[in-house]
T-cell receptor
């Protein structure tokens, strides 16, 4: 069974703290993504990675960075958490290989972050 | 910039009825995806539509794609309570990396 695992389901942090959100996939997918989900705004792309050590900014990268040292692991880093980063964070992976379900995203369970 | 609009955003329907959710998008794309999200859960893939005219069906749900109209529909037939969830469409932005832009989601409530 395909699986994307996010390390923390719920986190509470203080303003200014450094926050790490970890994501691991076991499907050997090249592409990995971080989205945030907010009520009324849907899902917005923060960063994505298409290979080890490769990353590209998404639509809302400000205040975030990422790391991909191994193919299966993609980390989202909040250098100095702020209250407007309180949100649900969703990690996803996909394969670019051509086929009937190309580009289909597989999501982790999400990490709900509260910044006080 | 690709924009994806779903309507309606909220849909309350009775069991046994039919209805359609619409997903419009602003720039050319021939790859569109539908997802379901249950409360407190993550997103689950429903349909992958990769060409103009593609139609996929699973149980009471059927999705179609018209790339010329930049429109996808998710049709619900004889709704049952278990279909209550939020449904998202997502459109590929183009290129080789399959970055998706999501609609805001349609919250479907099926009442007995």
């Amino acid at each position: 069974d395909v699986k994307v695992t996010q390390s923390s389901r719920y986190l509470v942090k203080r303003t200014g703290e450094k926050v790490f959100l970890e994501c691991v996939q076991d499907m050997d997918h090249e592409n990995m993504f971080w989205y945030r989900q907010d009520p009324g705004l849907g899902l917005r792309l923060i960063y994505f990675s298409y290979d080890v050590k490769m990353k590209e900014k998404g639509d809302i990268p400000e205040g975030y960075s990422v790391s991909r040292e191994k193919k299966e692991r993609f980390s989202l880093i909040l250098e100095s958490a702020s209250t407007n980063q309180t949100s649900m964070y969703l990690c996803a992976s996909s394969s670019p290989v051509a086929g009937p379900r190309t580009g289909e995203l597989f999501f982790g369970e999400g990490s709900r972050l509260t910044v006080l | 910039e690709l924009k994806v609009e779903q309507n309606p955003l909220f849909l309350s329907m009775q069991e046994g009825k039919n209805y359609t959710i619409y997903c419009n998008y602003s720039t050319t794309s021939d790859r569109l995806y539908w997802y379901r999200q249950d409360p407190g859960k993550s997103l689950e893939s429903l349909f992958v539509l990769l060409s103009n005219g593609a139609v996929k069906q699973e149980g009471r749900l059927m999705a179609s794609l018209d790339t010329k109209a930049r429109l996808s529909t998710l049709h619900i037939t004889a709704a049952v309570h278990d279909l209550s969830a939020t449904y998202f469409c997502a459109v590929d932005r183009g290129g080789s990396n399959y970055k998706l832009t999501f609609g805001k989601g349609t919250l479907l409530t099926v009442n007995p």
